[in-house]
């Protein structure tokens, strides 16, 4: 079945750490998208990506980076420089028109 | 950017009709959604319009869209416990989809 991995499904971070959350589609999609999740918030979108080898900031890109090396792979890294990390991260793929599909979703807590 | 408006909250008992309404921004908006969200987990997309379209029925879920207001709606016929999450609407501008705030659908027995 064609579908949108994100892994790990929770991830704990020290400070200081940088940490990588995955995310991997089969559906063929051109463009991905990563946004975090708040309480309250809604989904603010990070980063996102139409094409292999490249990608634009979101709204609140600052402190994370990302990488698109493969058509099917999106990986998000949070780095030190983002000073409050803890939140729900939803990765998704799509096609002009159709709408998103989303992962399950990452949980990052630091601790 | 401007911000996709919705309630946060809603209360029916089940049985009920739920509707939830949207206000978003950009009259030049092509694809309007509706995702529905339950407790850790991703989003799930319910339906969506096309902004030529003034309402989309799919089985119980009902989408109305007024252009001239921006607003965007969403009724639920029979509401019943499993529909109990969260309903985030979205727009699409540029290329990427805009999302509400969310609002917590609670439905009791």
């Known amino acids: 079945d064609g579908g949108i991995t994100q892994s790990p499904k929770y991830l704990f971070r020290k400070e200081g750490q940088n940490v990588t959350l995955s995310c991997e589609q089969n559906?063929?999609?051109?463009?991905m998208y990563w946004y975090r999740q708040d309480p309250g918030q809604g989904l603010r979108l990070i980063y996102y990506?139409?094409?292999?080898?490249?990608?634009q900031k979101g709204d609140i890109a600052e402190g994370y980076s990302v990488s698109r090396e493969k058509k099917e792979s999106f990986p998000l890294t949070v780095t030190s420089a983002q000073k409050n990390p803890t939140a729900f991260y939803l990765c998704?793929?799509?096609?002009?028109?159709?709408?998103?599909?989303f992962g399950s979703g990452t949980r990052l807590t630091v601790v | 950017g401007e911000d996709v408006e919705q309630s946060l909250f809603l209360s029916v008992r089940e049985g009920d009709s739920s509707v939830i309404n949207c206000t978003y921004t950009d009259s030049s908006s092509t694809y309007l959604y509706w995702y529905k969200q339950e407790p850790g987990a991703g989003l799930q997309l319910l339906t969506y319009i096309f902004s030529n379209m003034d309402m989309k029925q799919d089985q119980r879920l009902t989408v109305l869209l007024n252009k001239k207001d921006k607003h965007l709606s969403l009724r639920i016929a029979d509401t019943q416990t499993g529909d109990s999450a969260i309903y985030f609407c979205a727009e699409r501008r540029g290329t990427a989809l805009i999302f509400g705030k969310g609002t917590t659908l609670s439905v009791s027995s």
């Open positions: 998704a793929s799509g096609m002009r028109g159709t709408g998103y599909t």
């Open positions: 559906l063929n999609h051109d463009a």
């Open positions: 990506s139409q094409i292999v080898n490249d990608f």
